[in-house]
């Protein structure tokens, strides 16, 4: 199949994929596509949310309509490296087997993933970038499509253990949930209060899911919205003499390089379920908050002043 007519495709299935979702989500239609594009790119989503706005429900159902494996593992303080990874044990014929751990499966949502201590949260990054863990000095493969979709609670930061820049890096997007309309909050009511139970029908394979990923690496992007996307993410940076002072007077950070890599592959992606065989700038802008939302750090003027990260991406826009 061509690139062209793999594309064509892709924004059927999109569709389809999306019609499936909505039997059992109501609303929540951006959240819903960011996650779709970090999928179709393999890259990880961390969605930040209050509690009972059915973050864990949307993974599953995603999960069930892409057709892959699906694992939740709710962190807690008490949680430890082998809990997510698997360990060691002694068999009957005295020889170690290994016992894998909820992290071997396609897509992990990592429930309240600050609720953990560094030490477990840190076991997740091999898994996140390099797709294997390594136990007792063995590395072992993950299986491909391989996605982290973290959950994080804003409200409660008592007894949270904050995840540290470098691992935040590794999430693609950082998507907010907000709360529903009043009119889509009467028809979750209506839906979850009633005799009713909706099937799931899975529209992809695994290997649909890789093919769309390669897809997506293979689209031409112009030099232009390249350039665009690079010097956007090198306007968050106050430390460079070109930073400006809106820039120096409200944030400490600005984005990495890798801000810049997912710009590109996240506008690719967006290009290619709207039928575009190249991105443009339109899909970088598309792209741009959940991207940089969790990369840029605000310093304590900002805070005093009320300043969103939003706000400040929007001013660089």
Same mark, same amino acid.
């Given at each position: 199949? !061509?690139?062209?007519?793999?594309?064509?495709?892709?924004? %059927?299935?999109?569709? @389809?994929?999306?019609? @499936?979702?909505?039997? =059992?989500?109501?609303?929540?239609?951006?959240?819903?596509?960011?996650?779709?594009?970090?999928?179709?790119?393999?890259?990880?989503?961390?969605?930040?949310?209050?509690?009972?706005?059915?973050?864990?429900?949307?993974?599953?159902?995603?999960?069930?309509? %892409?057709?892959?494996?699906?694992?939740?593992?709710?962190?807690?303080?008490?949680?430890?490296? !082998?809990? %997510?990874?698997? !360990?060691?044990?002694? *068999?009957?014929?005295?020889? $170690?087997?290994?016992?894998? /751990?909820?992290?071997?499966?396609?897509?992990? #949502?990592?429930?309240?993933?600050?609720?953990?201590?560094?030490?477990?949260?840190?076991?997740?990054?091999?898994?996140?970038?390099?797709? +294997?863990?390594?136990?007792?000095?063995?590395?072992?493969?993950?299986?491909?499509?391989?996605?982290?979709?973290?959950?994080?609670?804003?409200?409660?930061?008592?007894?949270?253990?904050?995840?540290?820049?470098?691992?935040?890096?590794? $999430?693609?997007? +950082? &998507?907010?949930?907000?709360?529903?309309?009043?009119?889509?909050? =009467?028809?979750?009511?209506?839906?979850?209060?009633?005799?009713?139970?909706?099937?799931?029908?899975?529209? $992809?394979?695994?290997?649909?899911?890789?093919?769309?990923?390669? #897809?997506?690496?293979?689209?031409?992007?112009?030099?232009?919205?390249?350039?665009?996307?690079?010097?956007?993410?090198?306007?968050?940076?106050?430390?460079?003499?070109?930073? !400006?002072?809106?820039?120096?007077?409200?944030?400490?950070?600005?984005?990495?390089?890798?801000?810049?890599?997912?710009?590109?592959?996240?506008?690719?992606?967006?290009?290619?379920?709207? /039928?575009?065989?190249?991105?443009? &700038?339109?899909?970088?802008?598309?792209?741009?908050?959940?991207? #940089?939302?969790?990369? &840029?750090?605000?310093?304590?003027?900002?805070? +005093? @002043?009320?300043?969103?990260?939003? *706000?400040? &991406?929007?001013?660089?826009?």
């Amino acid at each position: 199949m !061509s690139d062209v007519a793999a594309i064509e495709r892709l924004v %059927i299935k999109h569709a @389809e994929l999306k019609k @499936e979702i909505a039997k =059992i989500i109501v609303g929540q239609d951006e959240v819903i596509e960011q996650i779709l594009l970090s999928i179709y790119t393999g890259g990880h989503s961390l969605l930040i949310g209050v509690p009972g706005l059915a973050k864990t429900l949307m993974v599953n159902t995603i999960a069930q309509a %892409i057709g892959l494996d699906f694992k939740r593992i709710q962190f807690t303080p008490d949680l430890m490296p !082998s809990d %997510i990874l698997g !360990s060691e044990v002694l *068999d009957q014929n005295r020889n $170690f087997k290994f016992i894998k /751990g909820p992290i071997f499966s396609n897509i992990i #949502l990592a429930d309240e993933i600050n609720r953990t201590p560094p030490k477990t949260q840190a076991a997740l990054l091999e898994a996140m970038q390099e797709r +294997a863990v390594t136990i007792a000095g063995h590395q072992h493969k993950l299986d491909l499509p391989y996605f982290v979709l973290a959950t994080q609670n804003p409200i409660e930061q008592e007894g949270t253990y904050p995840l540290p820049e470098a691992q935040l890096d590794r $999430f693609m997007f +950082a &998507i907010e949930l907000k709360y529903p309309s009043i009119a889509e909050e =009467i028809l979750v009511v209506k839906n979850t209060t009633a005799d009713r139970n909706q099937a799931i029908n899975p529209l $992809f394979s695994a290997q649909d899911i890789i093919d769309i990923q390669d #897809l997506v690496r293979r689209i031409p992007v112009a030099d232009n919205v390249v350039e665009y996307a690079v010097k956007l993410v090198n306007s968050t940076r106050p430390n460079l003499d070109s930073a !400006s002072d809106y820039v120096k007077q409200y944030l400490d950070w600005g984005a990495g390089p890798r801000a810049s890599q997912n710009l590109i592959l996240g506008a690719k992606a967006n290009a290619a379920i709207q /039928g575009k065989f190249s991105p443009d &700038i339109e899909d970088v802008h598309a792209v741009v908050k959940g991207i #940089l939302r969790h990369r &840029i750090i605000k310093n304590y003027k900002a805070e +005093a @002043e009320g300043i969103s990260e939003e *706000d400040i &991406i929007n001013k660089l826009l």
